[in-house]
């Protein structure tokens, strides 16, 4: 039987799908703040449950020269003020043992990037914090083997757990998605996320980052919700073109609101 986390007011789980999202990396305090309380706004309209997304590191971007972010002092100091200022809850990602007990300090929800999802230590370390743990399947994990990813966490006395799918990868520079993947992790007792615009990505493609095809988010959010997942994520910002990360697979806020709305009428006949 599948576990309902809850995470704050937030119940995990279920209908109706909750909504993760936010610009891939903080850019700044005023662009964070901006998407935060726009995006608050448009799940408070519809109705859809909300939690936060922003990393205060991209520890794994394509080139040396990269936007990581702020770091996790000054990045961990917006994601409080966005649980303030917003009363959301807020999800970041963290790269080390080190990390975790710091961001579990702020942040609702510590996310195991998909490339560090077999790292045990990093797995044990989030779970002794006792926050919730959104384990992202890596884009070299078939569906079955995150059994063993939870039970990490699970090994911890910790079983607040969420697992993401995000894409397999196929060939050079191309991720898909096997549907097949949701029911299957859900069956392992824990809610399951679709990471629709991190499954667009076609990572390294653009030689000194990644690129994407935006075109098919919306195709493959509606195919996950179809399929039963439990919430959609998505990589949002004012404007796509501008932003530092990611640009090629986010969202504009200004077409995000049609967009759930076709989301939760799929739903609605489930």
């Known amino acids: 039987m599948q576990k309902e986390i809850n995470i704050g007011a937030i119940k995990v789980g279920g209908k109706p799908f909750v909504f993760i999202g936010g610009p891939c990396v903080i850019e700044s305090r005023e662009i964070t703040l901006e998407i935060a309380?726009?995006?608050?706004?448009?799940?408070?309209?519809?109705?859809?449950?909300?939690?936060?997304?922003?990393?205060y590191d991209k520890a794994n971007r394509t080139s040396v020269t990269s936007f990581?972010?702020?770091?996790i002092e000054e990045g961990l100091k917006i994601l409080s003020e966005v649980q303030e200022r917003f009363r959301v809850p807020v999800l970041t990602d963290v790269h080390s043992s080190q990390e975790a007990e710091?961001?579990?300090e702020v942040v609702d929800v510590l996310q195991i990037p998909a490339l560090l999802s077999r790292q045990t230590d990093l797995?044990?370390?989030?779970?002794?914090?006792?926050?919730v743990v959104n384990i992202k399947k890596g884009q070299f994990l078939s569906p079955h083997d995150m059994k063993h990813a939870i039970a990490k966490v699970e090994s911890t006395g910790n079983k607040n757990i969420i697992v993401t799918e995000r894409g397999t990868s196929f060939g050079y520079n191309t991720l898909i998605n096997d549907f097949r993947s949701i029911p299957i992790m859900k069956a392992f007792g824990y809610p399951v996320i679709f990471d629709?615009?991190?499954?667009?990505?076609?990572p390294g493609a653009l030689s000194q980052c990644s690129g994407g095809e935006p075109e098919f988010i919306f195709?493959?959010?509606?195919?996950?919700?179809?399929?039963?997942?439990?919430?959609?994520?998505m990589e949002?910002?004012?404007?796509?073109?501008?932003?530092?990360?990611?640009?090629?697979?986010?969202?504009?806020?200004?077409?995000?609101?049609?967009?759930?709305?076709?989301?939760?009428?799929?739903e609605g006949v489930l």
């Open 37 to 55: 309380e726009k995006l608050a706004g448009i799940m408070e309209d519809l109705g859809i449950p909300f939690i936060f997304k922003a990393s």
């Open 68 to 71: 990581r972010g702020p770091g």
């Open 102 to 104: 710091a961001a579990a």
């Open 123 to 131: 797995l044990l370390a989030c779970g002794r914090t006792g926050k």
């Open 196 to 202: 629709v615009t991190h499954s667009v990505q076609k």
């Open 219 to 233: 195709p493959l959010a509606r195919a996950a919700v179809a399929v039963g997942v439990d919430g959609i994520f």
């Open 236 to 266: 949002v910002h004012v404007t796509p073109a501008e932003a530092l990360c990611d640009g090629d697979n986010s969202v504009s806020l200004r077409d995000l609101p049609r967009y759930l709305k076709k989301l939760q009428d799929i």
